[in-house]
């Protein structure tokens, strides 16, 4: 059990700006025994989908938010795969007034890379660049060479990451689950991983062309971490995530079930252990859930016919300490500098004095039916994990307490 002393060990990795945190400054903290849990700055996920405007009824900017809390999260990134796309102010208003409305934790919007998320035509990067934190197409790769060169010149006159969804559509072949084992044995269509790789050593070629900064979301395949490995040692401005499920899980844990699809998809054992090595040699910079929700009919269609995505926020820190630091592969500390201090640092996005406290020591299996958020649908239903979390705290104001 990490007692709520030790967190003087972890405060020394945390930047000056949060050395000021006032931790028991709320009337409800106070009233913890808190020499029983640990206190962690609060999360920050740069890839989260809020599905609103335009699907709320896969997930809204409060339900989506309150999830976030729920998880010890204080500040997210939202993509622009929404309707109206943000690829205009006008469009990117319409999602800013109901972020404004209604989020509990910080919530920042993406801007489209292009117009409708089309790529064929680049959106208005300028006028957005004010209220955007980066700009993507995810859910879709650019396909075109032009466009994505095009696209990273105009980020970089604007000091802006280009934040990369990496697919080759041409490569896809109707796959919808990684091109192994499990798929050959269950006769489904698989996804390569060249489809990923093939577009990232394209984007890093075009970023050390036009030195715009670049980063790589949900990274699945031992290929892709190779050439980022590569691409910073030569100094390129690069960086990259990867998910959870991604560190944890495997083709080998594949179910005939629409919970275990998305998109990358789960990977090969081999894939798996080089993201773990990319976490520990610092290859991997970040950690975010890409939280996709999506309805209980959507999902229940099996690994073919459901939809891409899966739910995150909630499980993400539990899982990872479980498996990962509690199991002894990566320090504590080294899972803070994914989860807060990298992702920050990388987007521009302030330190805060936000933080969640966890009772490290309680055991519970994960249920969907406690999410906040509209979508249910994870792979690590019934996972026993360790850490709950007691106390959400964003700017000042308890936005979530485990009753």
């Not at 709520?4 to 930047?15: E, N, T």
């Not at 009824?57 to 409060?62: D, V």
Request: net charge negative; proline share 4%; charged share 25%.
């Amino acid at each position: 059990m990490t007692k709520i002393k030790d967190l003087k060990r972890l405060k020394s990795l945390v930047p000056r700006e949060l050395s000021g945190v006032e931790y028991f400054s709320s009337s409800d903290i106070s009233r913890l025994d808190c020499s029983d849990f640990i206190l962690i700055p609060g999360f920050c996920d740069v890839h989260v989908h809020f599905r609103e405007p335009g699907f709320s009824y896969k997930e809204t900017i409060k339900s989506g938010s309150l999830a976030a809390a729920r998880g010890g999260y204080t500040q997210v990134c939202a993509m622009p795969n929404v309707n109206p796309v943000p690829d205009s102010p006008e469009h990117l208003r319409a999602q800013l007034d109901i972020i404004g409305r209604d989020a509990v934790v910080g919530v920042l919007p993406y801007g489209a890379i292009t117009k409708g998320e089309k790529g064929e035509e680049l959106s208005d990067m300028e006028a957005m660049s004010g209220s955007a934190v980066a700009f993507s197409d995810d859910g879709r790769g650019v396909q075109s060479e032009d466009m994505m060169r095009a696209a990273m010149k105009k980020a970089a006159s604007l000091n802006k990451i280009i934040a990369a969804h990496c697919e080759v559509n041409e490569l896809l072949k109707g796959g919808y689950i990684h091109d192994g084992v499990y798929c050959a044995e269950h006769n489904h269509r698989g996804i390569c991983s060249e489809s990923e790789y093939a577009q990232i050593e394209r984007d890093i070629r075009l970023a050390r062309e036009t030195g715009c900064a670049y980063h790589v979301c949900h990274i699945s395949a031992k290929e892709s971490v190779d050439i980022i490995r590569r691409a910073k040692a030569e100094g390129v401005n690069v960086s990259c995530e990867t998910a959870p499920h991604y560190l944890v899980l495997d083709e080998n844990d594949l179910q005939e079930d629409g919970r275990f699809k998305m998109n990358p998809p789960l990977r090969s054992r081999e894939d798996r252990l080089a993201l773990i090595e990319g976490i520990k040699d610092g290859t991997i910079d970040m950690i975010a859930t890409d939280h996709a929700p999506h309805s209980a009919e959507e999902k229940a269609r099996g690994l073919e016919k459901s939809a891409f995505g899966i739910t995150g926020l909630e499980t993400a820190f539990p899982v990872l300490y479980t498996k990962l630091a509690k199991a002894g592969i990566i320090p504590l500390e080294r899972l803070i500098e994914l989860l807060v201090i990298n992702p920050r640092r990388r987007f521009g996005i302030p330190f805060c004095n936000d933080f969640s406290i966890w009772d490290l020591s309680c055991e519970y299996a994960i249920n969907p039916v406690e999410f906040l958020s509209k979508g249910k649908s994870t792979p690590f239903e019934g996972t026993s994990v360790f850490g709950r979390n007691i106390l959400t705290v964003r700017e000042g104001k308890v936005v979530y307490s485990y009753e």
